[in-house]
């Protein structure tokens, strides 16, 4: 499984559900259920699906505050040259968050295959 470096306040607004797009500055190709890992913590808080990947016009990402989170007056410009929205569904929080060994040079994935007890630990859905 792959695991998602997601900064607070973002990774919080996902496992409450409020957000449900996770903006980047590339594609994906990656589906199906990831870990989330809140940056700077060394630990997996849960997991999400990652359903699909949209390339977001200027106008798309001002219409999406309710799936991005960002507020309409931060939308004045695209974020990325590329500007993509990683759609997310079903988060899963973990009870007790689970340790990892942060790799050097992670910035955004983290191969956590050797956490197959990952999709286990499942806490709540929303």
């Known amino acids: 499984m792959k695991g998602l470096l997601i900064?607070?306040?973002w990774i919080d607004y996902?496992?409450?559900g409020k957000k449900t797009w996770e903006i980047r500055g590339s594609n994906t190709k990656i589906r199906g259920t990831i870990a989330l890992i809140k940056s700077g913590s060394g630990k997996i808080f849960g997991t999400v699906e990652l359903n699909d990947c949209l390339k977001l016009s200027l106008e798309e990402y001002q219409q999406g505050e309710?799936?991005?989170c960002v507020p309409n007056e931060q939308c004045n410009e695209e974020p990325y040259r590329n500007t993509h929205a990683w759609v997310l569904?079903?988060?899963?929080?973990?009870?007790?968050p689970l340790p990892y060994d942060h790799p050097k040079g992670a910035v955004i994935w983290?191969?956590?295959?050797?956490?197959?007890?990952?999709k286990d630990l499942c806490l709540q859905t929303s």
């Open 66 to 68: 309710e799936f991005h």
């Open 110 to 118: 983290v191969d956590l295959s050797e956490h197959e007890e990952l």
């Open 14 to 16: 996902i496992f409450e």
């Open 7 to 9: 900064k607070s306040p």
């Open 89 to 96: 569904r079903n988060p899963c929080l973990f009870e007790t």
